[in-house]
């Protein structure tokens, strides 16, 4: 079964920004909802931001503010753009759809340090 593939994570600053690239091959992101969630080990999952079909977004208290999430429907691609980025956003990135949710992929890790 297909995987979203997600890419884009690295090594930053506080302070740093990062764009995060998310592809979920086989759907169509004009039908379904996609969140970006991160996880650092030995915690739970934890979503982070969603995009709806209609490009309505929803961010989680921490990130709201620094945080964005978008999407281009026609290269089946979601973003995540990553501003002034602290030590406590480091984790390992995925995303998934609501619905019906794929095997999870590899995820690509961020990590926020001097």
């Known amino acids: 079964q297909v995987q979203p593939v997600e890419s884009g994570g690295g090594l930053v600053q506080p302070g740093g920004s990062l764009r995060l690239s998310c592809v979920v091959s086989g759907i169509s992101l004009l039908s379904t909802t996609v969140t970006w969630y991160r996880q650092i080990p030995g915690k739970q999952r934890e979503w982070v931001a969603a995009?709806?079909?209609?490009?309505?977004?929803n961010y989680a208290g921490d990130v709201r503010g620094r945080f964005s999430i978008s999407k281009d429907n026609a290269k089946n691609t979601v973003y995540l753009q990553m501003n002034n980025l602290k030590p406590e956003d480091t984790a390992v990135y995925y995303c998934?759809?609501?619905?019906?949710?794929?095997?999870w992929g590899q995820g690509t890790q961020v990590t926020v340090s001097s």
């Open positions: 998934n759809k609501n619905t019906r949710p794929l095997p």
């Open positions: 995009i709806t079909p209609g490009a309505n977004t």
